[in-house]
C-alpha cells in the first residue's frame, strides 16, 4: 500500500469519526500492527458509521461483519477516554498469554 493510499484513509476515518464528542482525539496505530491492518480497520470502522443511517438490521449486520474481520485479524479499536486517544492495536490472544507465561515461568 502506498503512503498516499493510506494518508486518505486515514482523513476519510477522521471525517467520519473525529467529529462532535469524539472532534478531539487523535489515533495511534500500535508498531506492531501492519498498516494495511490499520487501514482495513479504520475502513471498517468509518463504513460501519456510515452504515449506521440505514435500516437497523443492515447496520446491526455490518457491524457485526467488521468485528469478525477485526478479530481474524487479531486486532481491536480501543478508545481512551483520558488521554483523548482511539487505539489500533493487536488483540492479545490466549495463546499470546501462554506464550508470556511460559517465558516468565522458564527465563
Known amino acids: 500500500m502506498k503512503i498516499e493510499d493510506f494518508d486518505k484513509v486515514i482523513e476519510m476515518w477522521e471525517r467520519y469519526i473525529l467529529v462532535e464528542t469524539l472532534e478531539d482525539y487523535s489515533l495511534e496505530i500500535g508498531n506492531d500492527v501492519p498498516k494495511e491492518f490499520a487501514a482495513i480497520a479504520l475502513y471498517l470502522d468509518s463504513a460501519t458509521v456510515r452504515a449506521a443511517g440505514e435500516i437497523q438490521e443492515y447496520y446491526e449486520g455490518y457491524r457485526q461483519a467488521a468485528t469478525d474481520i477485526l478479530n481474524f485479524m487479531g486486532l481491536e479499536l480501543v478508545e481512551d477516554h483520558e488521554m ?24
Do not use: G, N, S
Not at 90 to 101: G, I, N, P, W
Open 84 to 107: 483523548k486517544t482511539i487505539h489500533i492495536k493487536r488483540t492479545v490472544t490466549e495463546h499470546d498469554k501462554q506464550e508470556l507465561l511460559k517465558k516468565l515461568i522458564w527465563e
